[in-house]
Each structure stands twice: as C-alpha cells, then as structure tokens.
C-alpha cells in the first residue's frame, strides 16, 4: 500500500517556527517531484513549495519565499518544510504531494498521491 505521512502540525505563535515532515511507504521519495499544498476551508488548495525530480531545483510561492524552505534526508525517505516567521494567515491543513513527472507541474491532477494533511494553527 502507498501512503504519505504528514506530521509536525500544530498551534504556533505568530512569528514562531514548525517544521513539517512527510514520509512514506511505499515509494522513494527522492524518486519523485513531491510538492506542499496548503488548504483554507472554503478556499481553494494552494501549492506552496515543490522539488523537482529532475536537478532537483525548489520553487516556492510568493506567499512563502524567504520564511519556508524545503529539504530532503533521503536515509529517513523523508522531506520537510521548515516554517518560520509564522503569520495567522499561515493557518491551514498543509499536505505533502507526489507526483510522476521529472517535473513540478501546475495541476493538481498530475499529483497521483497525497497525504492526509496536518493542520497548522497560528494565533496568539
């Protein structure tokens, strides 16, 4: 059975810091363009990181760039999203995504498989 496993949510202080994990069984990790959504209830899923397969280069929404940075340990065939400078507008259920393209893609639908989502609060 493939599975994505996300982990590391939780309730932060604005301008604090989590780090998210994302492991599976399964698959290779590292054999895969995987991506980081995040999802506000009653807004549409917003892609907010992803590493490519192929060379490996991470892009990054404008809404994260500079606070969020994405890494790999490819021994644990996990990734992470490491959070800092969180904003309440950061809250959401953030998911970790794979995809089979050598490529990051723009749709949803090029994901072929998805993890539960783990939900990160930010508030005083």
């Known amino acids: 059975q493939l599975l994505l496993v996300e982990s590391g949510g939780g309730l932060v202080q604005p301008g604090g810091s989590l780090t998210l994990s994302c492991t599976s069984s399964?698959?290779?990790?590292?054999?895969?363009?995987i991506a980081w959504f995040r999802q506000v209830p009653g807004k549409e899923r917003e892609e907010i990181s992803c590493r490519n397969f192929v060379g490996g280069a991470t892009r990054y929404s404008n809404s994260v760039k500079g606070r969020f940075t994405f890494s790999r340990d490819n021994a644990k065939n996990t990734v992470y999203l490491q959070m800092n400078s969180l904003k309440p507008e950061d809250t959401a259920v953030y998911y970790c995504?794979?995809?089979?393209?050598?490529?990051?893609?723009?749709?949803?639908?090029?994901?072929?498989?998805w993890g539960q989502g783990t939900q990160v609060t930010v508030s005083s």
């Open positions: 995504a794979v995809s089979d393209l050598d490529y990051c893609s723009d749709y949803e639908d090029s994901y072929n498989l």
């Open positions: 399964g698959i290779t990790l590292d054999y895969h363009s």
